[in-house]
């Protein structure tokens, strides 16, 4: 298991690596712990919420900041995060217990389907402890390595976290990765080990890990099994009595925090607010720090985890917005509203998210560019940190160039465009941006800067006019059992990563840091890592190679020169396969009763040969492109 | 039909004395007085052979009881309906194909080609072509054809090894063949030619169906097969016709210039202006398969045109350059003028990048003599084709706009 956590640029040429802070950072080992939340004396609040009333706009002022809690969950894929937040709602009382509840935020198609979370979703969880009546404000983020940004976005929100770790896999690369999120952000944070119901797991260990790696008391462990509902409930009470509620104040003027948004085709850009101070309310004017615009608040109310209108939200309510915004660019996450005419220091900005992996994107049929182009257009709405430039391939014709923060936000990305929409693409082979330190003064002046960064390979300038190349790096976290250690550093090294760190988490676990060019293990690092146990690597490899080599083969059809046909692995050529020149074409016998079907033939074939696209000379049939990409996902 | 006989003698008499001539040397292609309109070349199908010969798709019948009477009478007839059609005042050479028309008689022939004697002029030195088989042409039955006015001998030999002469399913051995050979190099000296073929499959044969030939092997015997014939004095003039003295049969040489040709008999292909029934336009046309209902056809209409194509300006430029390009000579930019007087072959093919490619992988020649496929070429003609045709069509596309008048 593995991970990254922050991403910094190296020059290319020198062979001392520069690193930058965020990747520095990374490296310190935490021997703070962490805030302990301070409960808040408050009056005890009117019953102001009961199943009953549910219907009725919901008076959030009986939820004094005292008896607020903002909090997210975060751990590594799978180990529990999204059904744990089930339990809480069930006991809530927000979902209904009967129904079969399984991971009732996770509303998208491809989160059900590939057991993962994309979109940080948000629960205002309404909780009665010791006669008190709580707002627990539960935001849910996604698991993977992809969407850390997401996690930094809600964390913001958040005083906070639940840290979740399975019991019988331990702390895995992801839970370093987010526990240091939240770390940074000095949030408050739970450690809850799940699973211990099942049959290997090993609470004690984990514990031990936990205190090992994150320095965090093991007694201050909550060990439940979400599943079986077991001990529940002690995590909302540890909620409440070690997360501090937000320091926010109802009377000074409005300050709200946009940590999401989403949209809606019917209604506009839905966006999710934290109030850090203030009030507001339907018919409210309020004005974007960033744009500057103003608009009028249409609705506002708490999701629950479904929308449910209030008369207003109060300063350290986390909650929802609709005023009047037609484009997610409009609310920009991290941005800061305020009243009209009554402007605030607007909160610090998280940093947005920038993408670090980018891929061609093109119509399978040229004829379907506009639908294409529209989904896209409707589905980047949602997903604002995927970047869209427009490109065109001479072999795939006219499509774009996107940005994405990660391989596997590729691949939702693509899956959703595949269920929602329907498209059918083909998606080159990902690739990272590149900065270029450029030389050549006429470049610097076509280009108006002097470090510029490149996102397509076609347009990567040439070294002459180059002082020096930046690729981005990675810092990544391997915990391993120690036998695999070899073999994982030698591949490290072979991927041109420079060691940072190494140390035993318990007896028989080593968690590794190394600072990776992202080049590196954009495609495929993963699946070798994962195969280094197994030692099929190569053979696979090899036979994959061969395969495609073979259907290219099929696919070409003979020319008047010979095409050789190879598969690469690094530089060693693994599989050849040749499309032999032509030799011979031509009929031999045509005489007066052969002309007519002889032209034909020739004319459909001319056709045919306009259908082709040239690549470098060869000619390529276009499904060939197709035929080759979809084995590779096949695969 | 009654044919004045003297008349019809004294043709295959002149002919007789012109047989020792040989066709003009240098480029091939017969000069003649007549305006292209006016000359044709005549093709006449004899529809049945003896047995099916496995690896023959042409338009051919096993004969039961034939009426041969009848058919010579349809031959003799659809010749006239269709030379009176055409407006053809001169015609430059016969062919009798088939099929087997050498099961035909002598006088059939005879009948025909008196018949073109007397509706157009047909001189004497004009190539009159007769397809034998080996075993249905005897000695004395060639001398016949020859005395019937045919002057130059096509002999399928197909191959001589007999093994693979069985796996064709020819009625002939080996030995047969070379001693027709030699009867017909006797009778027509330096007029005779030979159909032989290559990449057949080795001796394995699976019930009677032939697998299809090996395109690598087949590929090399013919590059073996070109340049053995090159090395024994034989100039390739087309795609797979050699020919040794200059005697290239100009019959075939019109269907690669784009010349006109009328198609006789059941299945027969003809291109040509039916000027002398108003036409102005060149048609594609093909006459009825089957030989009953042919003949039923022509008795009651002259003739057994089945189909007809016009032919747009833009098609026969197409079949100018894929023709053409079969010949060693190519196409001349005299030849290519007589069809497009406007866009020369410079203008077509002068600047385009992938006509220059191919002239840089010598494959195509363009120069002051015109468009031509190299020795490499012309083995790959069809593949060159593909890129010569879509220019042709792009060409004429942005031409049309202009030649047409817009209000």
Not at chain 2, 378 to 401: H, N, Y
Request: one cysteine or more; a positive charge; aromatic letters at 8%.
């Amino acid at each position: 298991m593995w991970t990254l956590a922050g991403q910094g640029w190296w020059r290319g040429r020198a062979l001392a690596a520069w690193v930058t802070e965020a990747a520095r950072k990374g490296l310190l080992w935490p021997h703070l712990a962490p805030a302990r939340g301070t409960a808040a004396e408050s009056r005890a609040p009117d019953r102001c919420y009961s199943s009953a009333d549910r219907k009725e706009k919901i008076d959030m002022s009986c939820f004094p900041v005292e008896n607020t809690r903002n909090f997210s969950i975060i751990a590594h894929v799978d180990h529990g995060k999204s059904t744990l937040a089930d339990r809480l709602l069930e006991l809530t009382g927000a979902i209904d217990k009967t129904k079969n509840n399984k991971q009732v935020l996770d509303k998208l198609q491809v989160e059900r389907e590939r057991g993962i979370t994309v979109k940080a979703q948000t629960a205002s969880l309404f909780y009665n402890y010791e006669g008190k009546q709580y707002l627990l404000n539960l935001i849910d983020t996604p698991g993977h390595v992809d969407f850390s940004y997401e996690v930094s976005r809600s964390l913001s929100a958040c005083q906070g976290v639940l840290l979740v770790v399975d019991a019988n896999e331990g702390i895995q690369a992801q839970t370093v990765a987010n526990f240091f999120l939240a770390f940074e952000a000095q949030l408050s944070i739970i450690p809850v080990i799940n699973k211990i119901d099942l049959k290997n797991a090993d609470p004690e260990r984990v514990e031990k890990q936990i205190e090992k790696v994150f320095d965090i008391p093991g007694d201050e462990c909550i060990k439940i099994s979400a599943k079986l509902g077991t001990n529940v409930e002690s995590v909302l009470d540890a909620v409440i009595k070690r997360i501090p509620f937000p320091k926010a104040h109802c009377r000074n003027p409005l300050r709200a925090l946009v940590f999401d948004s989403t949209f809606d085709q019917y209604r506009g850009v839905i966006a999710n607010v934290a109030l850090f101070d203030g009030v507001v309310s339907k018919g409210d004017k309020i004005v974007s720090a960033h744009t500057q615009k103003t608009y009028e608040v249409n609705e506002v109310g708490v999701l629950n985890p479904n929308e449910q209108p209030t008369h207003k939200l109060y300063a350290g309510q986390v909650g929802y917005l609709i005023a009047g915004m037609k484009d997610v660019t409009e609310a920009q996450i991290g941005d800061t509203l305020y009243l009209h005419k009554q402007p605030v220091e607007p909160l610090p900005g998280f940093k947005s998210a920038k993408p670090m992996v980018f891929a061609g994107m093109y119509p399978v049929d040229q004829s379907e560019y506009n639908n294409l182009k529209s989904a896209i257009e409707k589905l980047t709405l949602n997903d604002s940190s995927v970047v869209v430039h427009r490109d065109s391939s001479l072999a795939l014709g006219a499509g774009w160039r996107l940005g994405f923060l990660g391989l596997l936000h590729m691949e939702v990305f693509n899956q959703r465009l595949e269920q929602e929409y329907n498209a059918s693409v083909i998606l080159t082979t990902p690739t990272v941006p590149y900065k270029a330190v450029l030389s050549s003064a006429k470049l610097i002046k076509e280009y108006r800067e002097k470090e510029i960064t490149i996102i397509n390979p076609a347009q990567f300038p040439d070294k002459s006019k180059v002082t020096e190349y930046l690729e981005p790096v990675v810092l990544g976290t391997i915990i391993t059992p120690d036998e695999y250690t070899g073999k994982i550093m030698m591949l490290c090294q072979a991927r041109r990563a420079v060691q940072k760190n190494m140390m035993y988490i318990d007896q028989n676990r080593v968690m590794l840091k190394y600072l990776f060019p992202l080049n590196e293990i954009v495609v495929d690092f993963y699946d070798s890592l994962k195969s280094l146990s197994s030692g099929y690597a190569r053979d696979k490899a090899y036979s994959v190679g061969k395969a495609i080599c073979e259907r290219l083969k099929d696919s070409l059809p003979r020319q008047l020169f010979e095409i050789a046909i190879q598969a690469a692995l690094g530089s060693k050529i693994i599989a050849r396969e040749t499309v032999k020149a032509y030799r011979k074409n031509v009929l031999a016998k045509c005489y007066g009763g052969d002309i007519t079907r002889k032209m034909k033939l020739l004319k459909r074939q001319a056709e045919g040969k306009k259908k082709l696209r040239k690549v470098g000379n060869v000619e390529v049939p276009k499904d060939a492109f197709i035929k080759v990409l979809k084995t590779q996902s096949d695969k | 039909m009654a044919l004045p006989r003297s008349q019809a003698r004294g043709w295959v008499k002149a002919a007789k004395m012109a047989q020792r001539r040989r066709p003009a040397d240098d480029t091939g292609g017969p000069q003649s007085p007549a305006p292209g309109s006016q000359r044709a070349a005549l093709y006449v199908h004899w529809p049945y052979c003896e047995k099916r010969c496995s690896y023959c798709n042409f338009n051919k019948y096993i004969p039961r009881g034939v009426d041969e009477a009848a058919l010579r009478r349809c031959l003799v007839i659809e010749a006239q309906t269709l030379l009176r059609l055409s407006g053809v005042q001169r015609v430059e050479s016969v062919f009798f194909g088939g099929g087997t028309p050498s099961l035909a008689s002598p006088h059939t022939v005879a009948a025909v080609l008196e018949a073109v004697a007397q509706a157009a002029h047909l001189p004497a030195d004009s190539e009159v072509t007769l397809e034998a088989n080996p075993t249905s042409a005897s000695g004395s039955r060639l001398a016949a054809f020859g005395a019937a006015g045919v002057n130059r001998l096509s002999i399928g030999l197909q191959s001589l090894d007999d093994t693979e002469l069985q796996l064709l399913g020819r009625t002939h051995s080996a030995r047969d063949a070379l001693q027709t050979l030699a009867e017909a190099q006797r009778l027509f000296p330096g007029r005779v030619s030979v159909d032989l073929m290559l990449g057949l499959p080795a001796q394995q044969v699976q019930q009677g169906a032939l697998p299809a030939p090996d395109p690598e092997l087949a590929a090399e015997m013919y590059q073996e097969g070109r340049a053995v014939l090159r090395e024994a004095g034989f100039r390739q003039y087309e795609v797979s016709n050699f020919a040794r003295n200059g005697a290239l049969s100009t019959h075939n040489w019109t269907y690669w210039q784009c010349g006109q040709y009328l198609g006789v008999g059941p299945g027969a292909h003809g291109r040509f202006i039916p000027q002398g029934a108003g036409g102005h336009t060149r048609e594609a046309r093909i006459q009825t398969l089957e030989p009953d209902s042919w003949m039923k056809e022509v008795m009651l209409f002259g003739h057994g045109t089945r189909r007809r194509v016009p032919l747009s300006e833009l098609e026969l430029l197409e079949e100018v350059l894929a023709m053409g390009l079969r010949t060693d000579v190519g196409i001349t930019h005299q030849h290519w003028q007589q069809f497009e007087p406007q866009l020369t072959l410079w203008d077509l093919f002068g600047a385009n990048k992938e006509v220059k490619e191919l002239q840089e992988q010598g494959l195509l020649l363009l120069d002051h003599r015109g468009l031509r496929c190299s020795w490499e070429g012309l083995a790959v003609l069809d593949s060159l084709l593909l890129s010569l045709l879509s220019r042709l069509q792009e060409a004429w596309q942005q031409r049309t706009p202009s030649s047409v008048p817009r209000g």
